[in-house]
């Protein structure tokens, strides 16, 4: 019962790091005081760093991209975002399509910095595994706990790809994709099985 526990409690802190990262941008009530200086409005949020098993469990979506493209937003309310064009090299988990959107909480351009600490930020061509959560209310997709969804992906001369990021140092992307898909499962099995009893 103890594990049952121990593990709602880490899918329950991190649905609501994802409701809240992939909201952030869309908020009805007003935005949270940020902190200002020198033009930049700098928002923290704090996202805890959750088993892998458990971050691949909530993701709606866990995928192998490149950044095609990207399209800033700035809303009447809320707090400006950054829409990134993805293209799905392939998928672990959800998406059949051949891109997708994610949006980032935050804006850099010539007339002003809105900073969301800890929310990711990608350049052009690079190539990523994204660990995504799409809202149910509206259809937006964001990355699941901002940075701690992201994993970077490093191409050798020789093409070989190896991944970093919150549990993985420089590992083979289809070894890392193996043991994620391998912990989803076991998760999903645990659960499952405590649900019986």
Same mark, same amino acid.
């Not at 600490?117 to 706990?145: H, K, M, Y």
């Given at each position: 019962?103890?594990?049952? &526990?121990?593990?709602?409690?880490?899918?329950?802190?991190?649905? =609501?790091?994802?409701?809240a990262?992939? =909201?952030?941008?869309?908020?009805?009530?007003?935005?949270?005081?940020?902190? &200002? #200086?020198? @033009?930049?409005?700098?928002f923290?949020?704090?996202?805890?760093?959750?088993?892998?098993?458990?971050?691949?469990?909530?993701? &709606?979506? !866990?995928?192998? @991209? #490149?950044?095609?493209?990207?399209r800033?937003?700035?809303?009447?309310?809320g707090i400006?975002h950054?829409?990134? &064009?993805? #293209?799905?090299?392939?998928?672990?988990?959800?998406?059949?399509?051949?891109?997708i959107d994610?949006s980032?909480?935050?804006?850099?351009?010539?007339?002003?910095v809105?900073d969301?600490? @800890?929310?990711p930020?990608? !350049?052009?061509?690079?190539?990523?595994?994204? *660990?995504?959560?799409?809202?149910p209310? %509206?259809?937006?997709?964001?990355?699941?706990?901002?940075q701690?969804?992201?994993? #970077?992906?490093?191409?050798a001369? %020789? $093409?070989?790809?190896?991944v970093t990021? %919150?549990?993985?140092?420089?590992?083979?992307l289809?070894q *890392?994709?193996?043991?994620? @898909?391998?912990?989803?499962?076991?998760l $999903?099995?645990?659960?499952?099985?405590?649900?019986?009893?």
């Amino acid at each position: 019962m103890k594990t049952k &526990t121990s593990l709602l409690l880490a899918l329950g802190a991190l649905s =609501a790091a994802a409701a809240a990262a992939n =909201a952030f941008h869309s908020i009805a009530t007003p935005a949270p005081t940020p902190s &200002t #200086r020198d @033009g930049i409005q700098r928002f923290y949020v704090n996202t805890p760093s959750i088993p892998l098993d458990a971050t691949a469990y909530i993701a &709606t979506e !866990v995928v192998h @991209g #490149r950044i095609e493209g990207m399209r800033e937003v700035i809303p009447d309310r809320g707090i400006a975002h950054t829409v990134y &064009t993805v #293209r799905v090299l392939q998928a672990l988990k959800g998406t059949t399509k051949s891109t997708i959107d994610v949006s980032v909480a935050g804006v850099v351009n010539a007339d002003f910095v809105v900073d969301v600490v @800890g929310a990711p930020r990608f !350049v052009q061509n690079e190539e990523v595994v994204l *660990f995504l959560w799409t809202s149910p209310v %509206d259809g937006e997709t964001g990355v699941l706990g901002l940075q701690r969804g992201v994993y #970077r992906v490093e191409v050798a001369a %020789d $093409q070989s790809r190896h991944v970093t990021g %919150d549990h993985a140092l420089h590992e083979e992307l289809n070894q *890392f994709f193996a043991r994620t @898909g391998a912990a989803w499962v076991r998760l $999903q099995e645990r659960l499952e099985a405590q649900e019986g009893k």
